[in-house]
């Protein structure tokens, strides 16, 4: 059974940082990609980083991009996202998502459908 579990998330004053992290366990699982991903009340749920776990390539949203960072510890199954300056339109539930290697769905980066394994989420809220 593979799992994903999300931490960092919390209440942060605009233009302030956090760091989220997410960390896989699996008995028989290759990765391809992790990504970000985030939904604030009402709206739909928007890509905001990925990370192709053997190369390292990464990709973000045009919103924050030169902002967030992501980047991995493969020794520990474990992708991180780097927020700074952040800003009141950044408050949402972040998740955590992961692509397997052998996995049929549609490729990609910054669609939801391109990943199958989704962590819980986390809060991040950001007052003005």
């Known amino acids: 059974q593979v799992q994903l579990v999300e931490s960092g998330g919390g209440l942060v004053q605009a233009g302030g940082s956090l760091r989220l992290s997410c960390t896989y366990s699996a008995q028989s699982f290759t990765i391809a990609t992790m990504g970000w991903f985030r939904q604030a009340p009402g709206q739909a749920r928007e890509f905001v980083a990925a990370?192709?776990?053997?190369?390292?390539?990464?990709y973000y949203a045009e919103s924050v991009k030169g902002r967030f960072a992501s980047s991995r510890d493969k020794p520990k199954n474990t992708v991180h996202l780097q927020m700074y300056n952040l800003k009141p339109e950044d408050t949402a539930v972040y998740y955590c998502?992961?692509?397997?290697?052998?996995?049929?769905?549609?490729?990609?980066?910054?669609?939801?459908?391109?990943?199958?394994?989704w962590g819980q989420g986390t809060q991040v809220t950001v007052s003005s």
């Open positions: 998502a992961a692509r397997s290697v052998y996995y049929g769905g549609p490729d990609g980066y910054t669609s939801a459908f391109a990943y199958n394994f």
């Open positions: 990370i192709t776990w053997d190369v390292g390539n990464t």
